[in-house]
């Protein structure tokens, strides 16, 4: 099991940044940010494996960053050109599928984090 812990949720309006960190007790070789709508299915973000692939919903790309300090063992997901579609609350995940299966469709992750809460406003 690894704790994990979601910060940097707020509310912005729409054309607005943010930066979500996630803490980690320990990397694993397939992390990533997911986000879910209460009442709808929660959908992946963004993934980023230990040799630094990534790979990101089409919604976010070009939008959205997936990082890491290695140091700090923190996860963050940068977030620019916020849209009110982008609300939600986001989750941490990490024990991600190894291999070419650490990517953002996959949903089967073994440690999730409490989420923080990001809401756009138009």
């Known amino acids: 099991q690894v704790l994990l812990a979601e910060s940097g949720g707020g509310s912005v309006q729409a054309g607005g940044s943010l930066r979500l960190s996630c803490v980690a007790s320990r990397y694993t070789f397939c992390m990533g940010w997911f986000r879910q709508v209460s009442g709808q299915e929660r959908e992946g973000v963004a993934t980023l494996n230990v040799g630094g692939g990534t790979s990101y919903a089409d919604s976010v790309k070009g939008r959205f960053t997936i990082s890491r300090d290695n140091v700090k063992k923190i996860l963050y997901l940068q977030m620019h050109s916020l849209k009110p579609d982008d609300t939600a609350m986001y989750y941490c995940?990490?024990?991600?599928?190894?291999?070419?299966?650490?990517?953002?469709?996959?949903?089967?992750?073994?440690?999730w984090g409490q989420g923080t809460q990001v809401t756009v406003s138009s």
């Open positions: 995940a990490a024990e991600g599928p190894v291999g070419f299966g650490c990517t953002y469709t996959r949903g089967d992750f073994g440690s």
